[in-house]
């Protein structure tokens, strides 16, 4: 079910942006986009909660689970700025960053670690807290949900009530999400060495 959950909220969300980047000039898109956004940022908690409930946590599903995350971002991130919502240095500072994070804990993986839980990759106390705590893993995902929900509505041509403090919140919101994905990268790449022997060659 967990499995299935992240699968499925993958699927969502590139059906999402598909229709965004066709009909980002309609309110009535952007309000559709917001409320599934809503949705889709609430199953990526659901998987959890039924991977946890049913004992269903195994390596393949964290590996998914961080594989459904990287899609989901990287598309909201890319469509936000194909549309001329966000700089073009964004999408490609989350791609690069995620393409050398992910492909570090392949190697981790190989060996027999993750990147979260118990058999995590992180050695350190301050990688484990920057990388795997629940603090930094949360706030990340918050600011990542408040920036991809608001952009959305800061974007609609109708004005309402309160839409400036929804647009500086968005973007305020997006820039520290950027933040945190390149910080809580750093410890990953310092902490990989160990897994490449130095007599290691090409």
């Not at 959950?5 to 969502?12: A, H, N, S, Y």
């Not at 993986?109 to 807290?129: D, H, P």
């Amino acid at each position: 079910m967990a499995n299935f959950i992240t699968i499925l909220r993958t699927i969502f969300a590139i059906l999402l942006v598909t229709v965004l980047i066709m009909f980002h000039n309609s309110d009535k898109v952007l309000m559709g986009s917001f409320l599934m956004t809503i949705i889709i940022i609430w199953m990526d908690g659901l998987d959890g909660y039924f991977a946890r409930k049913f004992n269903e946590s195994s390596k393949f599903g964290a590996v998914l689970d961080i594989l459904g995350d990287r899609v989901v971002e990287n598309v909201y991130w890319i469509t936000f700025c194909a549309i001329g919502w966000l700089p073009v240095w964004v999408p490609l500072v989350v791609v690069c960053r995620g393409i050398i994070v992910d492909g570090l804990r392949s190697v981790a993986l190989e060996q027999g670690y993750t990147a979260f839980g118990s058999s995590t990759m992180m050695q350190s106390k301050i990688g484990k807290f920057i990388v795997a705590s629940n603090f930094c893993r949360f706030s990340y995902a918050i600011f990542k949900a408040i920036a991809f929900a608001l952009l959305i509505l800061a974007h609609m041509q109708a004005d309402y009530t309160g839409k400036e403090l929804v647009t500086t919140i968005a973007y305020v919101s997006a820039y520290i999400a950027v933040f945190f994905c390149v910080i809580r990268g750093i410890p990953v790449v310092i902490e990989s060495k160990r897994f490449f022997p130095k007599n290691e060659t090409k």
